[in-house]
């Protein structure tokens, strides 16, 4: 029986309620690969065509001999933003992308082994991992990564009913294991006097060593503006 309207509301909310869960999300990628017997990238908004601009030109400082540009893929989902970073950079790269929901990181681990993707600097490297956006520093070193990219992940925490905490813990996280030469994306659908000033609160609070912020439109998709924010650790003068 096709469920009535009121019933697909009623789900459609109680996901958006629980979108800081990672039942959540194992229950949307589960259900979406079960759809089709052959996988697809799915892209909560936007691929990589049209944020390639905002992100590529982030990848242009040369690491070091034998060192990779570090890039994370925050809350990457099935998204093929991740693999096209590295497929593309001319530079060579480690494109970690991270997920909460073992099942989204199983289909794309599966998904890129069976094709087998060339990047362009043959150093590079991809990865897959399970992970909890909320502990960065589990897994990265102070200062280590040069690039992250978060497409709707912060939407989806600060939309949900008890995830706004995580949110900030994220933006702390990500300002705690970025370089000071590195920058944080949020891609998103929230308009600039909400976002701003949320990013502009959260890293001044104390503790935290203070953020730029600047933002920029990305276009319009089905009537709605997508902006990019740019995040970037303000440097401490050193007396
Ligand atoms: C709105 S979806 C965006 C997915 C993908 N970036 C895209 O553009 O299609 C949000 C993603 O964040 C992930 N997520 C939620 N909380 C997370 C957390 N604490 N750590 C890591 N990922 C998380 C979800 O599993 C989901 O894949």
Redesign the pocket.
């Known amino acids: 029986m096709t469920p009535s309207y009121a019933e697909n509301w009623h789900k459609k909310t109680e996901m958006i309620e629980n979108?800081?869960q990672?039942t959540t999300?194992d229950r949307f990628y589960a259900q979406s690969s079960s759809r089709s017997t052959t996988f697809r990238n799915?892209?909560?908004?936007f691929g990589f065509d049209s944020v390639r601009d905002f992100i590529m030109p982030l990848l242009q400082t040369r690491p070091p001999p034998d060192a990779l540009l570090h890039v994370l893929?925050?809350?990457?989902?099935?998204?093929a933003?991740g693999p096209c970073i590295y497929r593309h950079s001319p530079l060579s790269v480690l494109v970690t992308c991270?997920?909460?929901?073992p099942v989204?990181v199983r289909l794309m681990q599966e998904h890129v082994q069976a094709r087998a993707v060339q990047p362009l600097n043959c150093s590079s490297q991809l990865r897959f991992m399970e992970?909890?956006?909320?502990q960065l520093h589990k897994h990265y070193g102070s200062s280590s990564v040069d690039l992250i990219v978060d497409?709707?992940?912060t939407?989806?925490?600060l939309r949900s009913k008890e995830g706004k905490g995580?949110a900030s813990l994220?933006l702390q996280q990500c300002l705690k294991v970025l370089r000071s030469s590195g920058s944080l994306l949020q891609f998103s659908d929230e308009d600039p006097d909400a976002r701003l000033l949320w990013l502009e609160t959260e890293t001044w609070q104390p503790g935290m060593m203070g953020a730029d912020v600047v933002v920029q439109e990305v276009g319009e998709l089905r009537g709605v503006f997508y902006y990019c924010y740019k995040v970037t650790p303000r440097l401490i003068e050193q007396r």
């Not at 799915?42 to 908004?45: D, I, L, R, T, V």
């Not at 992970?131 to 909320?134: N, S």
Request: aromatic share 12%; hydrophobic share 40%.
């Open positions: 979108m800081d990672k999300w799915f892209e909560w908004f893929d925050m809350g990457c989902g099935t998204s933003l991270a997920d909460i929901s989204a992970m909890d956006c909320t497409k709707g992940t939407d989806a925490l995580k994220v």
